[in-house]
């Protein structure tokens, strides 16, 4: 079926650096997300995309972050800077249409900051 | 908020052996969300495994199945009996708006072993 791609699998960044999620949604698609999971936790929602802006975010959605996807490349997550807490599974999302339509996910890239 | 709450794991059936995976709900800024099961296979993504968007009916997928019980705010995944290619993490969650159903509130998961 429709794959989702998230590059790296796993990313080890210094605390206060700039890091770059990237993710590759499914051709088609739309509609895009990120989530958070904190290890032994529930994945959270942390923004939806759509026509190049910033639909609805979450609290988790820090002013640290910021997501574009320019020119139909990869729909990427940036923090700047890093901190501890930003440790976590991010999982980005697609879908062709908000209503009925499936969310295609991906395996996740695992962020640690040291 | 909303939030959902689901059987903890591990848990190991054996193969044949019937499973039930616990969902309970709580949904105060809609009154009838959109209920979802999802399972992560080893070394895949999150996929949909079944929906229901009407309270009092049942979705079903790959010989699973859960009812949207609205009176007691469950959504229950069933199975009759296991195969040892259901060993997976599942996922119930709950969509609040059902205009935008990728944003979803999750359940902890709950990891499934089954035991040939």
């Known amino acids: 079926g429709p794959k989702v791609l998230q590059i790296p699998s796993h990313q080890i960044i210094d605390m206060g650096q700039m890091v770059t999620l990237n993710c590759d949604p499914v051709?088609?698609?739309?509609?895009f997300y990120w989530y958070k999971q904190i290890l032994g936790q529930q994945m959270e929602f942390l923004v939806n995309f759509y026509n190049g802006k910033v639909m609805e975010k979450s609290k988790l959605f820090k002013d640290q972050f910021s997501v574009e996807r320019p020119d139909g490349s990869y729909f990427t997550l940036k923090i700047q800077p890093t901190a501890l807490e930003d440790s976590a599974v991010y999982f980005c999302?697609?879908?062709f249409g908000q209503g009925s339509t499936e969310v295609f996910f991906g395996k996740g890239t695992r962020l640690t900051v040291v | 908020g909303d939030s959902v709450t689901q059987t903890e794991g591990p848990v190991t059936v054996s193969e044949s052996e019937s499973l039930i995976i616990n969902c309970t709900y709580s949904?105060?800024?809609?009154?009838?969300?959109?209920l979802f099961w999802y399972v992560r296979y080893p070394g895949e993504g999150l996929q949909l495994l079944l929906k229901?968007?009407?309270?009092?009916q049942k979705g079903s997928s790959r010989g699973f199945e859960a009812t949207y019980n609205k009176e007691t705010t469950s959504f229950h995944l069933q199975k009759a009996s296991v195969q040892e290619s259901d060993s997976a993490v599942y996922y119930c969650a709950l969509g609040d708006q059902p205009y935008n159903q990728g944003k979803l509130i999750f359940g902890q998961g709950t990891k499934l072993s089954i035991k040939p």
């Open positions: 229901v968007i009407t309270a009092g």
């Open positions: 999302a697609s879908s």
């Open positions: 051709s088609n698609h739309l509609y």
């Open positions: 949904a105060t800024s809609i009154a009838y969300p959109n």
